[in-house]
């Protein structure tokens, strides 16, 4: 029994020496860690000491710290990305970080480019409104009346430049896997106010609605787009209808209607929405004759393949692409429909002139409704 104990004591004694080093070694990591992150701050290029020498480094509208890290390390003012968004958080400078064209010396301190980043840099700039439902073709127009750029070079940018800076953009499908898609860019240039310098870059001007993109979509939406078992595409094509159709209170209700003939096994698997259909008519804001055909110079100028697409009486599901660019709300609403509407089989809706919704689970119900709301039974709307 003696002898037993006595092993148990020197295995005991071998112990102690092995969870004091690893203890030591962990100190010395979080140390050098710590070490490490106090050079970063004070100036991870030339070892802090100024250099003399000034960088420019442009910020567009929308950036974020991730993006506007990668900008400073692709200057040369940082090596260490994310220990400059960690510190930027550290200190709650996120908020102020500014966009504009900035002149920051080499070996500056983390603290002197947030300095330089927060200040507003003093350029003239043209305030511009885009309304949620705003087409790429829309936006492209407001944008030359702005005075900010030609319409074709803003479209020809939007679909056709890279920016795959953005999260996003690896999601959206290319041309070759899109082949009957009217627009890249429609579904991604993000509503809303925006201030443009005058005579920046094309680039830069649709970057500034993608940047606004990019920052809406949160983890949370894409973790709801995979639970839902929806694509970004298709998130926001179906978006965009819910934006048309409804654009207020009742979008998570109209996405519900979507959703049931969406579903597998749907009685009613098109669509059938007057916001694109074969409707040739000015006062139904229908996206192929509103839209499309001026673009192509006429209705029976639209590629076949594509009036086909987009007409939602000829096909089942969802367009190519989206119809508008949608707001936040209704992309929302696109991932989290009205539960009672969706359990409860709804799959038509009409309005009358007040803007009252009714809704029916079949086509007598739908009829019915038609007669309350004084429309003609030929859609969901």
Known sequence: MAQNHAAHAAQEGRKRPIGLIVAFVIVLALAAAALFAYFSVKGDIAGGEKTGDVVE??????SGP??????????????????????????????????????????????EIIAALSQTVAAETVRVTFPEGSTAIAIADKMEEAGLC???????????????????????????????????????LFPNTYDFYKDDTVHNYVATFYAQFDQQMTDELYSEMDAEGLTLNQAVTLASFVQEEAGNDQDAKVAAVFRNRLAAGSPYPMLQS???????????????????????GGWDQIPINVRTAYDTYSVSGLTPGAISNPGIDAIKAALNPDP?????GYYFFVT?????????????????????AGQVNDTLK
């Open 57 to 62: 480094v442009s910020v567009e509208q929308g």
């Open 66 to 111: 991730a993006t506007i890290a990668k900008k400073l390390q692709e200057a040369g003012l940082i090596k260490y990305p994310r220990v400059f968004r960690w510190y930027v958080g550290k200190q709650g400078a996120a908020g102020t970080l500014q966009y504009g064209d900035f002149e920051i010396e080499k070996g500056a301190s983390y603290d």
């Open 150 to 188: 030609s319409a074709e070079d803003f479209l020809k940018e939007a679909n056709e430049g890279d920016f795959s800076e953005f999260k996003f953009w690896q999601y959206v499908p290319s041309a070759e896997d899109a082949p009957d898609r009217f627009m890249k860019c429609e579904g991604y």
């Open 274 to 296: 007057n916001a694109s259909s074969y409707i040739q008519s000015d006062s139904d804001n229908n996206y192929l004759w509103n839209w499309v055909a001026p673009y192509y």
């Open 340 to 344: 009672d509407t969706l359990s409860g």
């Open 352 to 372: 009358d002139q007040a803007g009252t919704y009714y809704y029916g689970h079949n086509e007598t119900e739908h009829a019915a409704n038609c007669q309350k």
